[in-house]
């Protein structure tokens, strides 16, 4: 956790300034370079198609897809943001943190990146000889099997659809339940880096630090807000107030704690294949009386889209 007193910071929540585009937004997705379904183009093409302008490809632990999407995106006029979703320890709680803006190039991200590789991988083997004891034979070879091409991270879903794929459950979802979901045989938590290492980090590489999908965590209101002033302390950047699928009610609770924590707010869809339309590209908004992330771009936190 980070208890420590935090460094002066140096964003600038003030006066919202003119959105600098003006078509929608999706700061959170996920390509075949980690667990999603379509390939960094065909992903950038989908955000086009849903009247995305801003996408931000945040694959988990990777920038591998980037030059892909960035080369699609310039030629179908959307503006691709480098990012890159990070796991990461608080306590003994996992968590992600997106990191938008990021440098791929840089040493530090790329160190980071091949370190958790190492750890997804050992995980992996971990989760395979878990399910082997329980009988479902040919496991890591199945799980591999199902990444898709460029793939770079194996991760529990590519788990899920092996055991969908073999026959042994009927879905996804199902997989999770059962067998891979938290508290479950393939619950297996490497040693993450902690919070306040990865959030100087991504600063480090000319990102900013945003904490994924809050509500996806199951902690309980009162550990959720202390969540967010830990984030804060670290010298976080903003909080999704909006991902995947959440009620207007939810909404506008994350919306007033962030701005209680003094974080901005963030949205995205956490798109990762098509056919789930609370998780569609394009779909999330921005609720009012928060300050969006995108105005930190202007107020002295800038961001470099890549070019």
């Known amino acids: 956790m980070c208890t420590a007193e935090s460094p002066q910071n140096s964003r600038s929540v003030g006066p919202s300034r003119e959105m600098p585009f003006h078509g929608q937004v999706d700061l959170h997705c996920h390509s075949s370079c980690s667990d999603g379904i379509l390939s960094p183009a065909a992903l950038v093409s989908r955000a086009k198609a849903n009247g995305v302008e801003v996408l931000a490809l945040t694959d988990h ?18 503006e691709v943001i480098a990012g890159i979703e990070v796991s990461v320890a608080w306590g003994k709680r996992q968590l992600h943190v997106l990191g938008l803006g990021v440098d791929p190039e840089h040493p530090s991200m790329e160190a980071l990146v091949q370190a958790q590789r190492r750890r997804r991988e050992a995980r992996a083997e971990i989760i395979a000889q878990r399910l082997e004891k329980r009988g479902f034979h040919g496991a890591l070879a199945g799980a591999r099997a199902q990444m898709e091409e460029g793939a770079e991270v194996l991760a529990r879903p590519h788990f899920a659809r092996w055991l969908v794929a073999a026959g042994h459950v009927d879905s996804a979802t199902r997989a999770f339940k059962k067998l891979l979901g938290p508290g479950k045989i393939g619950d297996v938590k490497p040693d993450w880096p902690e919070l306040a290492e990865v959030v ?16 996806k965590y199951g902690f309980t209101r009162t550990v959720l807000r202390r969540l967010l002033s830990a984030f804060e302390e670290c010298g976080g950047d903003a909080v999704e107030v909006v991902c995947g699928q959440q009620t207007p009610v939810q909404t506008r609770d994350l919306a ?31 609720p009012d009386g928060v300050e969006p992330v995108w105005n930190l771009w202007q107020n002295g936190r800038p961001i470099r889209p890549v070019r």
Do not use: K, N, Y
């Open 61 to 78: 632990d990777t920038c591998a897809g980037i030059a892909e999407a960035v080369a699609a995106g310039a030629g179908l006029g959307v």
């Open 200 to 215: 100087e980090l991504l600063h480090e590489c000319g990102g900013l630090a945003v904490l994924a999908h809050p509500l």
């Open 256 to 286: 007033a704690m962030a701005v209680e924590a003094g974080l901005a707010g963030s949205i995205g869809s956490d798109f990762h294949t098509p056919g789930q339309p609370w998780a569609e590209l394009g779909i999330a908004r921005m």
